[in-house]
Each structure stands twice: as C-alpha cells, then as structure tokens.
C-alpha cells in the first residue's frame, strides 16, 4: 500500500554565509527547512512566499526564488507518511527571521556539520547534500 503524501513548498534558505534556515515547529524535535502545504489550487511558489510570511515574518519577492526540484522522503513529523516538497532555493538576510505561528524556533546551520541537531528525513538526505554540493563542502 502506498503510503499517503503530504505535498509542501520548502524553501532551500542560505545566508550570504552559506548557513541554512533551520525550523522546529511547536512540540516536534525535528530540524527542516522552511515552508508548508500547499493550498488546493495554491501555486507552491504562492504557497511557499505566503509560509515564510506565516512562519517567519519574510515578505520575499517571487523573483528571489529559483526552482531546484521535486524530493520525496519519509515525513518528519507525520508516521506512515511521505513528504513531497516543491524546493526553492532564496538568500535571506540573516537577521530576517523570526520565529512565528507554528514554529517554536529557527537558526542558521552550518551546512556541511548542522552539529546535534535532530534533522528531518528530507533535510538530511536530500537538501542539505544538496547545499553541501554548492558550497563544494
């Protein structure tokens, strides 16, 4: 049986450090990159802008966002489920986010040695490797 899908837009967030946004949300131990599900009809393009509005007070324009891709991994936070994310890569301002809605907390992370933090699936194996490759780390 085919596990159900939590479909998201995350953001593949860097400083101009090349740190990554990392954010728990509420009662969860889990590190992941910003973002959110996506709204029926919801462009995640649309959906990731207005998740990192929600959740981190960011109001970045469309064209700061480039297309990375499609990734699939187990859900952090949901047992049984997948997750889905339509991932966008952005530089945001350091000192930009703060932590709101459901997010209990962010930091930025060193990409090639995110330290002890517990990280989601998809960070793990797919998105971090992927800024890892960038930054030649």
């Known amino acids: 049986m085919t596990p159900p899908v939590i479909h998201v837009a995350a953001a593949l967030a860097v ?3 090349g740190r990554a946004l990392m954010v728990r949300k509420h009662g969860t131990t889990m590190f992941m990159q910003p ?3 996506i709204e029926p009809g919801e462009h995640p393009l649309d959906a990731l802008r207005r998740e990192l509005g929600e959740e981190l007070g960011l109001d970045l324009p469309t064209a700061s966002f480039t297309w990375v891709g ?3 991994e187990d859900a952090a936070n949901e047992p049984g489920h997948v997750v889905r ?3 966008y890569s952005v530089t945001v301002d350091g000192a930009s986010p703060v932590a709101a809605a459901e997010i209990a907390e962010c930091r930025w992370v060193d990409v090639a040695d995110p330290g002890d933090i517990d990280l989601a699936p998809l960070s793990r194996e797919a998105l971090l490797p992927i800024l890892v ?3 030649g780390g």
Do not use: P, Q, Y
């Open 15 to 17: 400083d101009d450090r």
């Open 35 to 37: 973002g959110g599900k």
């Open 70 to 72: 499609t990734f699939e």
């Open 85 to 87: 994310a339509e991932v």
């Open 133 to 135: 490759a960038r930054t």
